[in-house]
């Protein structure tokens, strides 16, 4: 009964990393074994280990990547957060590897573990690329057009989250002068800023 339901565990933890596109390891660094390998994110080598990361991470990941790795092998930190890409049938793969170094002595003798787990992240650095090149094309589109455009934050009393070329050059001041302040901060005449105000509570309205 309790074999099967350690089974039972082990396939839905199966279950679950499959959903969330984690795989995850257990490595003896004392023999050198990895005795709960990952099946997909990181290749094993002839002795069944864990293969060093050149030849699989990408090579302007790798130096930083093996710092990390060699300061948990050796004790420096018991705790490691590493993004890494791959390259696989010619596409790029991004991943977030967690892993924990323990010292066990449950047994006779003293043994040293690793425990990790490994995310594919490459759906949701897409979807933050995407973002920053629809943000980049924006920005570039606002920089460029001559009419003034500027936008405020209503929830944080209309201060001004954006503000191209055309309107700072209007007020004589620099985007970084005008983002974050208020109307009342910006223009001197007090019958400008209670008309500011108010436009700026119909355009809310309607």
């Known amino acids: 009964e309790r074999r099967d339901q350690l089974r039972m565990n082990h396939e839905l933890l199966q279950n679950a990393a499959e959903l969330a596109h984690v795989d995850y390891f257990y490595h003896d660094l004392k023999h050198g ?10 290749p094993l080598n002839e002795k069944k280990g864990l293969a060093s990361a050149r030849g699989w991470i990408v ?17 420096e ?15 790029l793969r991004h991943y977030l590897m967690r892993a924990r170094r323990r010292v066990s002595e449950e047994s006779s ?9 490994i995310q594919d992240v490459t759906d949701y650095q ?13 920005n570039t589109i606002l920089e460029n057009f001559p ?5 405020k934050d209503p929830e944080n009393d209309f201060r001004y989250m954006l503000a191209n070329r055309g309107f ?17 901060e910006l223009f001197p005449r007090r019958e400008d800023v209670e008309q500011f105000r108010r436009d700026d509570r119909k355009t809310m309205e309607s």
């Open 33 to 42: 074994n990895t005795l709960v390998p990952c099946r997909k994110y990181w």
């Open 59 to 75: 090579e302007e990941d790798v130096e930083r990547f093996e710092t990390e790795w060699r300061k948990l092998l050796c004790g």
């Open 77 to 91: 930190i018991q705790s490691l957060q590493a993004a890494y890409r791959t390259r696989e049938e010619g596409k």
């Open 109 to 117: 003798s003293r043994s040293l573990e690793l425990f990790g787990i």
């Open 126 to 138: 897409n979807i933050v690329h995407s973002y920053e090149d629809a943000n980049t094309l924006l």
């Open 147 to 151: 009419n003034p455009v500027m936008l």
């Open 168 to 184: 700072c050059a209007l007020l004589g001041k620099t985007p970084e002068e005008v983002f974050g302040r208020t109307d009342a």
